[in-house]
């Protein structure tokens, strides 16, 4: 199993611009997230999805949308980027078949916007 | 609402110190309380975790045990080692669903 991948690694915008940050997971999961992480404020999470075809918001989904037409991705857009967004995403998902479930993390994309 | 907090780092420690990293909670009912550990340049992986009272959850020689009475699950190990050094994360889940929510996370630098 490859996991939780993310695309692109690194990405550069301008301000304005939009682009999609996607997410793939090949564990059959049923939830998936995206969390942004800034220093000091721990992750935050953004948009979840709790099936294919059902999302919702997170603490922070001002500027971001989600959809899931498959179980395996769920990519994130930014629909016109602001300095605000320059930040580390991540990208988790898991089988909340219990209350113990255990999320798994994808690697991360780093986007700058100036 | 429901919270985590940690203690600020960064943490500096000598290798084979001992280490404690602090975490307390706030959630309504019975939470599910992990810690997850950030290498540099990685994502985050499950160190451990505790579903109820007084639980103790333990992995490559860290353990938290889950106390109610406290709010706290702190994060301990009794020898660290260079490689240990990471972002470590206090987060719970309080209801079905996988809603993680994170404390702030501590830095932890452990030196030869």
């Known amino acids: 199993n490859a996991g939780v991948t993310q695309t692109p690694k690194f990405q550069v915008l301008k301000t304005g611009q939009s682009m999609t940050l996607q997410c793939a997971q090949d564990?059959?999961?049923?939830?998936m997230s995206w969390y942004r992480q800034d220093p000091g404020m721990g992750l935050r999470l953004i948009h979840y999805?709790?099936?294919?075809?059902?999302?919702d918001q997170g603490e922070v989904p001002n500027g971001y949308n989600v959809s899931r037409s498959t179980t395996e991705d769920f990519p994130l857009r930014l629909l016109s980027a602001a300095p605000s967004q320059t930040s580390v995403y991540f990208c988790?998902?898991?089988?909340?078949?219990?209350?113990?479930?255990?999320?798994?993390f994808g690697p991360g994309t780093r986007l700058t916007v100036l | 609402g429901n919270s985590v907090t940690q203690m600020e780092g960064p943490v500096t420690l000598s290798e084979e110190a001992f280490l404690t990293i602090n975490c307390t909670y706030t959630?309504?009912?019975?939470?599910?309380l992990f810690w997850y550990v950030q290498y540099p340049g990685e994502g985050l992986q499950l160190l451990l975790k505790a579903t109820k009272a007084d639980d103790k959850g333990s992995n490559k020689g860290f353990e938290a045990t889950y106390r109610k009475e406290t709010t706290s699950f702190h994060l301990e190990k009794g020898s660290v080692q260079v490689s240990d050094s990471a972002v470590y994360f206090c987060a719970l889940i309080y209801n079905q669903g996988g809603k993680l929510i994170f404390g702030q996370g501590t830095e932890l630098s452990v030196k030869p």
């Open positions: 564990m059959n999961h049923e939830y």
């Open positions: 959630a309504t009912g019975y939470p599910s």
């Open positions: 999805s709790v099936g294919a075809g059902i999302t």
């Open positions: 988790a998902s898991s089988d909340p078949g219990t209350r113990t479930d255990t999320q798994y």
